[in-house]
Every structure is written in structure tokens, then in C-alpha cells.
Nanobody, 130 residues
């Protein structure tokens, strides 16, 4: 019902900056809460950031707070994350995810549970070198 394609991943030096984007097609983009997850070799998939369907509520993993900024443009069917001050431990495959929007907040949660998301992109590799 919605297709997701990530782009922007590449090799970058520690302290550098990357911007990842997710392009959506199918059902209206504004129906979905969106999130970024990442998975490093030998580790479990972990939450990075989430943004509610209206683009107002955002949540971040403690490991990226103050460095990453998630945003969306519902008119263009895109969602992005600006990643600053990158660290080697940020190295992972980054996945775009979507769920039919229930909103984000104290009642609906932070959107950090991977199993709550119904649609996933193929991932884009981010490698941060020392």
C-alpha cells in the first residue's frame, strides 16, 4: 500500500554530516507515522528517530539526540534525517519505516518499536570512518 526507497548513504569521516532521504509512493503519505531504524553487523535492529504523520511530534534515541534531526514534507512524499557529528558507532544499514498513523505522544507512544511498523525500505549503508 506504500512503497519506500531510501537514499543518501555513503562513506563519511567521523565528525562529518549526511542527509538520508526516504521517498514514498502509493497511499497518501500523510496517513503514516514514519521512522528510521538502523542495524549494524552482529547487532539487533535499533530505533533511531520517529516523526508523526503531521510532522509535529518527533522522538529520538538517546544515542542520537542533539546530532540527528528528522523531518518530513508531506506535499512531496518525502521524509529525511539530517545526521551531524557522525561517529563510527553510527555505522549501520539505515531503514525507512512506515505505519498507519496513530500519532506520537504520551498516549500513542514514541514510535520506537520496530514491530509496530508495517512497511520498510531496502536500506541504505552508512559507514563512518575514524
Amino acid at each position: 500500500q506504500v512503497q519506500l526507497v531510501e537514499s543518501g548513504g555513503r562513506l563519511v569521516q567521523a565528525g562529518g554530516t549526511l542527509r538520508l532521504s526516504c521517498a514514498a509512493s502509493g497511499r497518501p503519505f500523510m496517513l503514516y507515522d514514519m521512522a528510521w531504524f538502523r542495524q549494524a553487523p552482529g547487532k539487533e535492529r535499533e530505533f533511531v528517530a520517529a516523526i508523526g504523520r503531521n510532522g509535529v511530534s518527533t522522538y529520538y534515541a538517546d544515542s542520537v539526540k542533539g546530532r540527528f534531526t528528522i523531518s518530513r514534507d508531506n506535499a512531496k512524499n518525502t521524509m529525511s534525517v539530517q545526521m551531524n557529528s557522525l561517529k563510527p558507532e553510527d555505522t549501520a544499514v539505515y531503514y525507512c519505516a512506515a505505519r498507519l498513523g496513530i500519532g506520537l505522544g504520551s498516549r500513542t507512544g514514541s514510535g520506537s518499536t520496530a514491530n509496530d511498523y508495517n512497511y520498510w525500505g531496502q536500506g541504505t549503508q552508512v559507514t563512518v570512518s575514524s
